[in-house]
């Protein structure tokens, strides 16, 4: 338990937080001694001042802002402040001059983990005793063991440094977590004890890293020899060093929501800490980043070897931390080094999906650090509020900021925190990574993450709308372009469909197809296109045996689908023809995978097909249906597919229309044949 003694109101005009040092050990018990002391983040020596207006006055961003101050060279008439021993990387780290009065700080990133009586430990925090879960408490025993953080290099903990019993303080000190990370000297990732070889995960991740750097001009075939090289001298076949990888990978950390903003803040400066091993976040990242880009074909023979050796049974590669690592956190982090495009409100909402937190008010709150900082004042951590207020807030503080009503494409009715349906609930679990048509197929490396509006459904006309009442309908305007009358296979979880959510319609198709390629797109790989995969050489295919189920799966179950006059499975045909080329088919193919995640096909009344929204985990009842309308809202970037609730309406979701995508459905407006209306969404 903790009291008054560890406890002192903090300044929030001063900048004020609280910062741990280590004491020597308390008598025979072994237990941590910390002192918890009040400092000031405006404390600036006045060489850091000075700094700052002069050489780094052009510089906004914290976190650059240390950078160059980590690359000037100290001055030999002031002693300059270690730093632990462990995170000396060279020119970014280990003897370096204090910023501060009172010295300097890192900041920890952990995994809070479950509450569980049975593995609670004992602290010592100003001569009191406080008690702290079982990661942090092996952190700081680690970090304690080699007086690392006793004299001025300080370290901030938010468990111990927030008074988590103080909801007032709790809110403000949530709020300050973008100054602290950003400003941190360094942010240690603390991912837990050394643990099924661990080390070997390290060595690996290292050797990848390393053969990257010398092979990075020699091009893709001069990077694969390289790579052979490093299974053979550095990372033996069959020495378990994938399984070990594999098994890091799997952690709590990674999935943990708020280490994303922690690494984010963190960029360059941070350490990833195992145990006593330990690697700067770049050369993770740079490894991980080989490891996608050139060994992603062959990891799952290398996991299965490493697994038979030990006698395991085979489980393949569970990758998503690996693309969290290399599409998301190494983007935020560049993004805090150079400059680069914020995440918006779309790909939040992916981050928040595929990451955990204990409470869903910071699916937001975890978030609010790598926002926009426009949009980062407007969300202030209240903890009073509920999930569907916090939520209701967010997609309403986007829309006003931007005046464009893009948010919206991510609603529904279908989230258990019970949203107005224009406001996107956060917890939602259809959602589907990397569906989004802005984004990259899962398999495709990420060299940029600019992530552009690639529709203009309502041309150029802005965005008109209102909040009414207690702000919980938004009323647009826009107009209603067709209905739907068909819709193909529903997905039911993200591995099948159910073909007898078939729901048929005769019309005529209006479309035509971009991309011949996907008609002779084989609806098998063992029987029909493997081998013709290998005899054309077509090697991005012949590994996508264990990836190619969603394609087959997806065609079996819409085979009877009519699509005009015909059944969807007539348009295909199994042949690849002569000339055909492979980056048409990996194009379709990538095409294929991102869209149909989340979406079922759908035919119009006017005979138009496109996709709409597909509620992959909810009940048949919870889905799109036929009769719900398209509409076009001004300041939308897609249509989206609403349906009539007495005199309201609600959002269901993003369509895909082929033939109005670019416009063209303005142009209806513009000849009186259809005429624009206000929507009030509820």
């Known amino acids: 338990m903790t009291g008054p003694l560890i406890y002192k109101p903090l300044d929030e005009n001063l900048?004020?937080?609280?910062?741990l040092s280590f004491l020597p050990s308390c008598g025979n018990s072994g237990q941590v001694c910390c002192k918890l002391e009040t400092r000031s983040l405006r404390d600036l020596t006045e060489e850091y001042k000075n700094f700052i207006s002069g050489t780094a006055s052009r510089q906004k961003n914290k976190r650059d802002i240390s950078s160059l101050w980590s690359n000037k060279q100290p001055s030999t008439k002031v002693p300059a402040s270690p730093a632990p021993a462990f995170v000396d990387n060279s020119s970014t780290l280990g003897q370096h001059r204090s910023r501060f009065q009172?010295?300097?700080f890192a900041a920890l990133s952990y995994v809070w983990g479950e509450p569980d009586p049975s593995l609670i430990q004992e602290i010592i925090v100003n001569g009191e005793v406080m008690s702290i879960g079982?990661?942090?408490?092996?952190?700081?025993?680690?970090l304690s063991s080699n007086s690392e953080f006793s004299g001025e290099y300080k370290l901030w903990v938010d468990a111990i440094c927030i008074n988590q019993n103080d909801l007032a303080e709790r809110n403000q000190q949530v709020r300050k977590m973008r100054d602290i990370y950003s400003q941190a000297w360094t942010v240690i990732s603390w991912l837990g004890v050394e643990y099924r070889e661990s080390d070997r995960a390290f060595q690996l991740?290292?050797?990848?890293?390393?053969?990257?750097?010398?092979a990075k001009d020699d091009g893709i075939t001069g990077i694969e020899s390289e790579m052979s090289l490093i299974l053979q001298e550095t990372a033996p076949i069959g020495g378990g060093y994938w399984l070990?990888?594999?098994?890091f990978m799997q952690r709590p950390y990674w999935f943990r929501l708020w280490i994303i903003q922690e690494v984010a803040l963190g960029a360059s400066s941070v350490i990833l800490r195992c145990g006593n091993s330990s690697m700067t976040w770049e050369t993770f990242c740079y490894g991980v980043r080989s490891l996608l880009d050139y060994m992603w074909t062959t990891k799952d023979r290398l996991l299965e070897l490493d697994q038979r050796v030990r006698g395991w049974k085979f489980q393949p590669w569970s990758t998503l931390s690996l693309h969290v690592v290399n599409q998301d956190l190494s983007e935020l982090t560049s993004h805090g080094q150079f400059g680069r495009k914020l995440f918006d409100f779309g790909r939040l909402l992916d981050l928040a999906a595929f990451s955990y937190s204990q409470d869903e008010r910071d699916k937001v709150y975890g978030l609010v650090g790598i926002m926009d900082p426009i949009i980062a004042t407007h969300l202030v951590p209240d903890y009073k509020n509920s999930p569907s207020q916090v939520f209701t807030k967010v997609a309403r503080v986007f829309i006003e900021t931007?005046?464009?009503?893009?948010?919206?494409?991510?609603?529904?009715?279908w989230g258990n925190v019970k949203c107005p349906s224009w406001a996107a609930d956060w917890t939602w679990n259809g959602r589907a990574r990397n569906r989004r048509f802005e984004g990259s197929a899962f398999w495709t490396p990420l060299k940029s993450q600019d992530f552009a509006t690639p529709y203009t459904t309502s041309g150029s006309v802005e965005a008109q709308f209102s909040f009414i009442g207690d702000g919980s309908m938004l009323q647009c305007r826009g107009f209603v372009v067709d209905t739907i009358a068909g819709l193909g296979a529903r997905e039911v979880g993200f591995f099948n469909w159910s073909e007898h959510s078939i729901v048929q319609h005769p019309g005529g198709r209006k479309s035509t197809a971009r991309h011949h390629a996907i008609s002779s797109l084989p609806s098998t790989f063992f029987l029909n296109g493997e081998p013709q995969f290998k005899k054309l050489g077509w090697g991005f295919f012949q590994t996508k045996g264990g990836y190619y189920f969603r394609w087959q799966r997806f065609r079996l179950a819409n085979m009877k689908f009519l699509v005009g006059e015909q059944l969807f499975d007539d348009y295909f045909t199994d042949t690849i023809p002569e000339g055909a080329l492979l980056e048409d088919y990996v194009e379709v193919y990538s095409s294929f995978?991102?869209?149909?995640?989340?979406?079922?096909?759908?035919?119009?009344?006017?005979?138009?097909?496109g996709w709409a929204p597909d509620n992959m985990y909810g009940e048949a009842d919870d889905q799109t249906m036929p009769g719900d309308l398209i509409a076009v809202v001004f300041g939308c970037s897609t249509p989206v597919?609403?349906?009539p609730v007495g005199h309201h309406f609600q959002i269901l979701g993003e369509a895909y229309v082929e033939g109005i995508m670019e416009g063209e459905a303005m142009d209806f407006l513009a000849s009186g044949k259809i005429e624009s209306r206000d929507f009030v969404f509820c």
């Open 102 to 104: 009172w010295g300097d």
């Open 134 to 142: 079982y990661n942090l408490g092996v952190a700081l025993i680690a």
């Open 593 to 609: 995978d991102r869209a149909s995640k989340g979406r079922r096909l759908m035919i119009t009344e006017s005979g138009y097909i």
């Open 402 to 413: 931007y005046r464009n009503l893009d948010p919206i494409r991510n609603g529904n009715p």
């Open 244 to 247: 070990a990888l594999h098994e």
């Open 15 to 19: 900048d004020e937080f609280r910062l």
């Open 205 to 214: 991740i290292q050797a990848l890293a390393d053969a990257g750097v010398e």
């Open 641 to 643: 597919v609403i349906r």
